[in-house]
Structures are given as structure tokens and as C-alpha cells.
């Protein structure tokens, strides 16, 4: 196991390496990305979103071929998927070795998260990550089980204040926080609109301190409440820089996508690697949150036509595309004129499976620690916990 330069990381009594890869759906982070990452002593998430895709008996019996239709076929989807999602976690815990810890990433955003939850932890997964969506509910949700960590995900010092303050009158606390910059991560970005991702109130030199501050004002000891900032963090400097700003462990999404153990095919990494900056945009997705991602034929063509479909969707509510309503707020379903016109799922899937011209890839802002190389995870540890490059062809 990789020893780290900086203090470990404290939560339920475990003492880890401070380094937390973020959860990445739909696929990217499942079992051989969070197991190798937890094998190393860190924390590896598990991203709880359509996990039937990496399973082709669950898809077969809930796919296009599918027979069922309905009511039946959206039972049959959310089965598959907690049936997928048990066996992620149970084969990710076996691939750590009892090192580490073995999160799921559930998004709150998405219309099954409660029992998302429930599947994670009777899996035996070590701790529950959530963001997409403010988790004041989330103790409810695990209250059967105590020693299951809980950490939400937010982007600035108010909303850490709103939820330790609710969590508290639970009479629980995060057991760390990871507070995620809109401005540098992938995916869905914690600010309401695209032109608040710039606001100085994300940057991690004014929540660092804030939320310290806010904790100590509520007169809870910020050392019990880990903080752990996520978006950006591509070089040794800027993990000790962080680190000297009072966090407790970083976390890393898109560096750890490519590595030779993320779940997705090598065309979704390679598709990662190789974007230059020009090609990552920012867009209003179908959840109605900014969204970060990299310029694919699909994309294109969906920022072209983004306005006029936007505007042609009041009134329009129509069914799930895939029958099964995977958001709870669904930009095309539910006829938003503000959020996306597409199906995310579709995209996100398509991007899993290497397919360049449908796939909606998500990826973070800012450069690579290793440029297009396909390292291991290993390496990719070392470099941010030790500033050691390995020699790349």
C-alpha cells in the first residue's frame, strides 16, 4: 500500500490515505475502479446510477428486447438495477481486501435514491456519498445502520451550514464533507445556473476556512467533520496547497476515469484523455443543473438545436423515453423549458460502451496529471500523495 505524505484521513475510526475518487455513473465508477482505489487504502465510490448496463443478463431482461412494458418494465428496470448495484459492492469489497473504504455514490436528484440507500447498505458498503441535490433526508435514510458513513456533497459555506444544522437537530453528523468546485468538476456542477459557476463563493480558499468557521460557530470541532475538496486537483502542488488550507483529503473524478482499472471502454477513456480545453463545454442537462462535458458529435448537434428545443418544450410532458423515470425532475419528460431536452441516459450509456458519436461524455475542466496516458491507479495515488511522476512513454 502506497504510504502517503500527508496525515490520513479519520473516518468511523478507520485511518485511510486522504485521497477519495469520486463517483462516476453511468458505469464509469463501478467495482474495478472503486476496489482498486480501496485496495490502496483510500476511498473508492461506486456510482449508483444504472448499474444493469455493466451487466448483460440484467440488460437482457430489462433492455430493448425486453418483452415488458409499462408499469412492469419500470418495476423490472429499478430491480435490476439494485440487483446490479449488490453486486457491484460485494464485488468491490472483495476486490479491496478489507483496505480502504468501499463508498456508492447515490445522486439525490435521481427518483429511486431512497432505495438506492437501503440496497447500498444492506450490501455492506462502508459509507454513502450524496450530492446532486441538497441530502437533508439521507440520516432518515440510514438510520438501521449506524456504522455506515455518511457524506454529503455541497459547493459552498451556506449549504454546509443548512445541512450540519438540520443533520444536528437528527442528532447526526457528517462523518466528512466534500465540498465539489462547479467550476473545475465533471458531470452535474453544484451551482444553479451556468453563469453562477464562477462565483468566488465556490472557490476553495473561501470554503475551506468558512466552513471551519461555521462549525465552530454551532460549536461543532471541525476536526470531526472532514473536509474534502473535489474538483480541479491535477498536480501534487495543488493537493498540498488544499491541505494547508485545512483539508482533511481531496477528491478526484476524471483522473481516475482513465485509469487502466475504470469501468468504461477504452474509447471513453481515450475520448477523456485526448480533449483539449476547447472541447469541454458547459450546458443546462436534463436534471436542470449546469453540467460540464466534452464536445462529441451528439453534443454538437444538441447545443445547436439546444435553444429552439428548449423553448418548443412548454406544455409538452411526455413519457420516460426508457419507461422507467430515472430523475425525479426529468427536462424532457417533464416538459422543463430551463433544463435539458434529451435523455441523459441514453447518452451517458452510449458514452460507457465507447460510442463516440451518441455518447454524452462528462469530464472535468482542467487538464490531466498524466496528459492521454492510460496509467494505473496506483500511479495515478502515488503522484497525488507524493508528487512522484512515473516515466510515461
Not at 159 to 188: F, T
Request: charged share 20%; proline share 6%; aromatic share 4%.
Amino acid at each position: 500500500m502506497i504510504i502517503s505524505s500527508f496525515p490520513p484521513l479519520r473516518i468511523k475510526g478507520r485511518e485511510l490515505l486522504p485521497v477519495v475518487q469520486g463517483g462516476m455513473g453511468v458505469g464509469v465508477s463501478a467495482h474495478r475502479l472503486a476496489g482498486a482505489v480501496a485496495q490502496q487504502g483510500g476511498v473508492g465510490t461506486i456510482a449508483s446510477v444504472d448499474l444493469r448496463r455493466l451487466h448483460p443478463d440484467l440488460m437482457a431482461r430489462t433492455g430493448r428486447s425486453s418483452t415488458l412494458s409499462g408499469a412492469a418494465l419500470k418495476d423490472a428496470v429499478n430491480e435490476a438495477n439494485l440487483e446490479a448495484l449488490d453486486r457491484e459492492v460485494r464485488a468491490a469489497k472483495e476486490l479491496s481486501q478489507g483496505r480502504g473504504l468501499v463508498a456508492v455514490n447515490v445522486m439525490r436528484a435521481v427518483s429511486d435514491y431512497v432505495a438506492h440507500v437501503s440496497q447500498a447498505c444492506r450490501s455492506g458498503v462502508d459509507a454513502i456519498v450524496m450530492g446532486a441535490g441538497l441530502p437533508l433526508d439521507l440520516p432518515d435514510m440510514a438510520a438501521e445502520h449506524p456504522d455506515v458513513a455518511l457524506i454529503p456533497i455541497l459547493s459552498d459555506v451556506r449549504g454546509i451550514s443548512l445541512l450540519v444544522k438540520k443533520w444536528l437537530r437528527k442528532g447526526r453528523l457528517p462523518d466528512a464533507v466534500v465540498i465539489e468546485h462547479p467550476r473545475y468538476a465533471g458531470g452535474h456542477l453544484g451551482a444553479p445556473r451556468p453563469e453562477d459557476i464562477g462565483d468566488a463563493r465556490f472557490d476553495f480558499s473561501t470554503v475551506l476556512p468558512g466552513a471551519r468557521a461555521a462549525l465552530e460557530d454551532m460549536g461543532v470541532d471541525p476536526v470531526s467533520v472532514p473536509l474534502i475538496p473535489a474538483g480541479g486537483i491535477n498536480n501534487f502542488e495543488k493537493v498540498k496547497t488544499l491541505f494547508g488550507l485545512g483539508a482533511a483529503a481531496i477528491q478526484v473524478g476524471t483522473p481516475f476515469a482513465v485509469t487502466a482499472e475504470g469501468d468504461a471502454h477504452p474509447n471513453f477513456k481515450r475520448v477523456l484523455a485526448e480533449a483539449r480545453p476547447e472541447d469541454i463545454v458547459t450546458f443546462m442537462s436534463v436534471a436542470g443543473l449546469p453540467a460540464r462535458a466534452v464536445r462529441t458529435p451528439w453534443l454538437e448537434t444538441y447545443l445547436r438545436r439546444a435553444e429552439k428545443l428548449c423553448a418548443a418544450a412548454v406544455g409538452k410532458a411526455r413519457k420516460c423515453t426508457l419507461a422507467w423515470d430515472c430523475l425525479l425532475s426529468c427536462g424532457l419528460r417533464d416538459s422543463l423549458p430551463k433544463a435539458g431536452q434529451f435523455c441523459i441516459d441514453n447518452q451517458l450509456a452510449a458514452a460507457l460502451h465507447g460510442d463516440v458519436e451518441k455518447g454524452l461524455f462528462f469530464r472535468g475542466a482542467e487538464s490531466l496529471p498524466f496528459g492521454s496516458a492510460i496509467r494505473p491507479v496506483k500511479e495515478l495515488i502515488d503522484y497525488l500523495m507524493n508528487g512522484r511522476m512515473p516515466r510515461l512513454a
